[in-house]
């Protein structure tokens, strides 16, 4: 089967050559005018997602600062995604408890292209060590650019040469990693644009 | 709360409904042997399914195979490991499964 | 002296990639050159920092250029390329291009038909 590679942004895309190697690009902003496909949530404590996710619909994300929301996100019947930014907090049961529920947990580059130094040390780690517990519980990820401007997005080679590199380095399973991105890479893309698609594990093969 | 609406006779209701009478094929299998096996369902337990052949009846573990399905007027292809439970369990569990999963297409 | 043997050479590997400014400035070789070199000394530090970097060439008008590295640090070399964001207070973004073991072969992934046909 031919594997297809999403790419999330937050930004409206328009064409550039560094898109280059993606077939589907999901923006995630909540701009009225564009034909947008994602639904971005931003919430800084729990009764505010409540609130704000009432209004939501269709391939829902959310994106917060605090460990308390990406909990409570985790654990909505509406929410695709945990998107990734610089300042997300995640833990160990909130990626136990995603793999339970089917919500995506994103990681993205972007984050690293925004920091230097000894931030950028840290947050090297931090992921690091969030691949592999997504490895571990085999958790549904993604990786993506997550730009939030024309010139954060990377095409899709470098893109997943950077985390084989990441994960190499840092003596997790480089090989299965990549394979199983590319997996549910394949998988949020039948979700959104293919008609025969039930859900995971039917679909239709004629009418 | 906000309750899930689905819509009865849609393709995702086939992992709740009774399965026996149906006429299935095994499309995907770790066996070569077992796949093309082609008949109508005619007892089922937790794990398994009886099919009944033209070279009588054969025994199909459910889980890791995929089965083709005539659902209504549906053709389908359906994952085993989505209908491994009980018979009298799985309307419960079914739509548990359902209901679960994102963005799932409950009302063609 | 003899030289060394194919064998105990160091093997190499040339990467060409394109630099994509934020307005159509245009970014000189020097300036390249010492922001792809900061990027490896803070990512790597003095322990892993020597990649064996050498711009082969940088083409001024439409930015692009070939890269040298030693091979067992080609993905090394590519991570820090791919984190570069702004060069001399420009914004940029870098594409790699392609890899490849020579620098005539590495030439095939340019623009512009006549650089290619320059030597």
Redesign the interface.
């Known amino acids: 089967m031919k594997i297809v590679y999403v790419d999330f942004v937050r930004f409206t895309p328009t064409e550039t050559d560094l898109f280059e190697g993606y077939d589907l690009i999901v923006p995630f902003n909540n701009d009225a005018n564009s034909d947008i496909k994602g639904y971005l949530v931003k919430a800084s404590n729990t009764s505010e997602l409540q609130k704000k996710l009432k209004k939501a619909k269709g391939f829902v994300g959310v994106m917060s600062e605090d460990l308390k929301v990406n909990r409570e996100a985790v654990m909505r019947r509406k929410v695709c995604v945990i998107l990734d930014f610089e300042g997300r907090k995640i833990d160990y049961t909130t990626i136990k408890m995603a793999k339970d529920k089917d919500v995506i947990i994103e990681v993205s580059l972007s984050k690293f292209l925004r920091v230097k130094g000894l931030k950028r040390a840290k947050l090297l780690d931090e992921t690091r060590l969030l691949l592999k517990l997504l490895l571990k519980f085999k958790t549904p990820f993604i990786l993506t650019t997550g730009a939030e401007n024309q010139l954060e997005v990377r095409p899709r080679k470098q893109l997943y040469r950077f985390f084989y590199f990441l994960s190499k380095d840092g003596g997790i399973d480089c090989v299965e990693l990549i394979k199983l991105a590319k997996e549910n890479s394949n998988r949020i893309f039948r979700k959104l644009v293919d008609k025969k698609y039930i859900m995971d594990g039917i679909e239709i093969l004629d009418v | 709360m906000l309750k899930l609406k689905i819509k009865l006779g849609s393709p995702a209701m086939v992992i709740t409904d009774e399965w026996i009478g149906m006429e299935v094929e095994v499309v995907e299998s770790s066996n070569p042997c077992e796949i093309g096996i082609k008949g109508v369902v005619v007892d089922e337990t937790m794990r398994t399914l009886r099919i009944k052949t033209d070279r009588g009846v054969k025994v199909v573990e459910k889980k890791g195979r995929a089965f083709k399905v005539k659902y209504g007027r549906w053709l389908l292809k359906v994952r085993g490991d989505l209908i491994a439970f009980r018979p009298e369990d799985r309307i419960k569990k079914g739509i548990m499964l359902i209901k679960k999963s994102k963005l799932a297409k409950i009302d063609v | 002296m003899k030289g060394l043997p194919p064998t105990l050479r160091k093997k190499r590997r040339y990467i060409a990639f394109k630099i994509?400014p934020?307005k159509k400035t245009k970014i000189t070789t020097r300036q390249i050159y010492n922001e792809i070199q900061q990027t490896i000394q803070?990512l790597y530090g003095e322990w892993y920092g020597c990649v064996g970097l050498k711009l082969e060439v940088f083409y001024e008008e439409n930015s692009e250029g070939i890269l040298r590295c030693s091979r067992d640090k080609v993905?090394?070399t590519?991570?820090a390329l791919?984190?570069i964001?702004e060069v001399e207070n420009t914004?940029?973004?870098i594409?790699?291009l392609g890899i490849s073991g020579t620098i005539k072969g590495c030439k095939r992934f340019l623009n512009g038909k006549e650089i290619n046909t320059e030597r």
């Open positions: 994509i934020e803070s993905d090394a590519l991570a791919t984190l964001t914004k940029v973004a594409k790699t």
